[in-house]
């Protein structure tokens, strides 16, 4: 016989279906959710719901994630938390054939992990005309400068009006920066 | 360009991450600012000085930043992660990239209610002949009109204008009497703010033609219109006119009062 659930664990349940639709579905231009939002649909427990939520997305290899308006906090407040936005993200990583069906060229993803490596190494900010010439050493020209552009609508890469470019909300939210940046060094060393 | 001006255009270049901060050199920099001091005289001129220091404090904040990320364990040396960039083939760079790389879930959907919804929006929207249809342009055969269709389209009034700043003036005459004053904003105000303004337009030909005077009281702020006993009282002189402005907001000021 099936077991009955209390109110309590029907309300809980009902708050984490919630959660799921906010999470996993767009309901603005960007995908996400922020803070604020999250704890006007769930509640003042919505921290905890979202844990709980994080632990249930385990065994499918999805996670949620969040990433502040500043990335240099490493402690936030209650305020900053929900100004925070949240996402679902993959908490595995993908292979290169599944990549290519997403829509990826390997060029595309190269460039990308160089412009985004180089950003870091130039603690976050860096002209457009750098990365090109980075970029140009390997791709063509023309291709070059299409990838910035797609990487910058993507927002992957964020630029200002004078041309310098930086990590935006999409590399901060899918991007492993500190794991990228190791397995890059590490193959230097490699193959000294 | 000033030496004040070179040093702020430097410092403005750390902020924008084209030279590294620790490439300027503090305190040759600072020694710029102290000999230009003494030499300051005018407002600009210490102003450049306040910004120079302002700029240069910027700098320090980045040098400050840069040791903390040095510290962290995100700090890899930048030379040597170019070089090991340079030094991969695409492959092992995409190869990285993939092993750090966690996309995001992004689902659009749309619900049953949203289809019935549009279904609906469309059954209640007019095609596009129709639509259309009002402003295409026919060919019409030209063909005159008669003084009283003019007069009954309306373009032409039915009397001349001269007629009509003649009877707005013997509005006014019985209004006041004769010689009387009326306050400006008393003649002119109608319930609607399009009829003051036509009002406030015949009072200026009124005014103009010599049929009313006008005495504006900048400092009291009074303003009065005089009823002339004689109409047209020099026939021979030239007709001027007498610019007015009818402010919205005042309309509303005097309909609330």
Redesign the interface.
Same mark, same amino acid.
């Given at each position: 016989m099936a077991k009955r659930l209390t109110k309590t664990e029907q309300v809980y349940q009902r708050k984490l279906k919630d959660a799921v639709h906010l999470?996993?579905?767009?309901h603005h231009r960007l995908?996400?959710v922020r803070g604020w939002e999250l704890r006007k649909e769930l509640g003042a427990d919505w921290q905890n719901i979202i844990e709980v939520l994080d632990k249930q997305l385990q065994p499918l290899d999805?996670?949620v994630?969040r990433v502040l308006e500043e990335p240099d906090i490493v402690e936030p407040t209650n305020a900053q938390l929900q100004e925070a936005r949240y $996402? =679902?993200?993959?908490?595995?990583? %993908? @292979?290169?054939k599944t *990549?290519k069906t =997403?829509g990826w060229r390997? @060029?595309d993803? *190269?460039g990308? &992990?160089?412009s985004? &490596? $180089?950003i870091?190494?130039?603690?976050g900010?860096?002209?457009r005309q750098d990365v090109e010439r =980075?970029l140009e #050493?390997?791709l063509p020209g023309w291709r070059v400068k299409l990838n910035i552009d797609r990487y910058v609508r993507q927002g992957y890469l964020g630029e200002d009006d004078?041309g =310098?470019l930086y990590l935006d909300w999409?590399a901060r &939210? #899918?991007? @492993?920066?500190?794991?990228? %940046? @190791?397995? /890059? /060094?590490s193959?230097?060393k490699k &193959?000294a | 360009m000033s030496e004040l001006e070179s040093v702020i255009n430097l410092c403005l270049m750390v902020q924008?991450?084209?030279i590294e901060p620790f490439d300027i050199d503090f305190d040759y920099v600072m020694s710029v600012i102290k000999k230009n001091y003494p030499n300051l005289k005018n407002v600009q001129e210490f102003c450049l000085d306040a910004q120079a220091l302002k700029e240069l404090s910027n700098v320090l904040e980045r040098q400050n930043?840069?040791i903390e990320?040095q510290s962290t364990?995100?700090y890899?040396d930048?030379f040597? +992660?170019?070089?090991? +960039?340079?030094?991969?083939d695409?492959?092992?760079?995409?190869?990285?990239? +993939?092993?750090?790389?966690?996309? +995001?879930? !992004?689902? !659009?959907?749309i619900s049953t209610k949203t289809l019935a919804g549009s279904l609906s929006y469309w059954g209640g929207l007019i095609p596009f002949d129709e639509r259309w249809q009002d402003c295409l342009v026919e060919e019409r055969e030209t063909e005159y009109a008669s003084m009283d269709e003019a007069i009954e389209l309306g373009f032409i009034p039915g009397e001349g204008f001269t007629e009509v700043v003649e009877n707005f003036w013997k509005e006014l005459g019985e209004r006041v009497g004769p010689g009387g004053i009326i306050e400006y904003w008393e003649w002119i105000g109608e319930e609607t703010y399009e009829a003051t303004v036509y009002r406030a337009y015949l009072t200026v030909f009124m005014v103009g033609y010599g049929y009313a005077n006008a005495h504006w009281d900048r400092l009291m702020e009074e303003n009065k219109i005089i009823h002339n006993v004689e109409p047209r009282p020099d026939p021979g002189q030239q007709k001027v006119s007498i610019p007015t402005m009818v402010d919205y907001e005042e309309w509303k000021q005097w309909q609330n009062d």
């Open positions: 999470l996993f579905f767009t995908p996400g999805l996670k994630t $996402y =679902i993200i993959m908490r595995g990583t %993908v @292979d290169q *990549a =997403i390997i @060029d993803i *190269a990308l &992990a160089v985004v &490596a $180089y870091i190494s130039k603690q900010k860096v002209p =980075i #050493e390997k004078s =310098i999409r &939210a #899918e991007i @492993d920066t500190k794991k990228l %940046v @190791d397995l /890059v /060094v193959f230097g &193959a | 924008s991450g084209k930043q840069w990320h364990t995100l890899k930048p040597m +992660l170019s070089q090991s +960039l340079m030094g991969m695409i492959g092992a760079i995409a190869n990285a990239f +993939l092993r750090s790389w966690h996309p +995001l879930m !992004e689902m !659009e959907q």
